[in-house]
């Protein structure tokens, strides 16, 4: 009984902690959550255009700034040719989650998924 209490104990902290790491998030250096498909194709086509991909990325960095997020590394977000490898000026969902996956997270990886 005493044990199980000790573990249920354990069990509690631990959640807490988890849950409160992971609302602080961002303000713990965590990058934030990286952008879906659909926040850049805006009129739902299925392709994100140069004209879009430039809105969102504006409007993110803007968002950061006025919520006093940091934007250390704004400079290596990604180019819209490093996305759209076929080269026929629009970005597939293909593309779009190819490059997600060859892109590591994280401060210090020296790469563009800035967005």
């Not at 249920?8 to 790491?21: E, G, P, R």
């Amino acid at each position: 009984m005493k044990a199980q209490r000790m573990l249920l104990t354990a069990l509690l902290a631990v959640s807490i902690v988890s849950v409160s790491a992971w609302a602080a998030g961002p303000q713990l250096g965590n990058p934030p959550p990286r952008p879906a498909f659909s926040d850049f194709d805006t009129n739902n086509d299925g392709y994100i255009t140069e004209e879009e991909f430039l809105a969102f990325q504006s409007e993110r960095m803007q968002a950061r700034a006025e919520s006093g997020g940091r934007m250390q590394n704004a400079g290596q977000r990604p180019e819209f040719s490093d996305i759209d490898t076929d080269g026929d000026n629009m970005i597939s969902e293909q593309e779009f989650l190819s490059h997600q996956m060859m892109s590591p997270r994280g401060p210090g990886k020296g790469n563009k998924s800035n967005w």
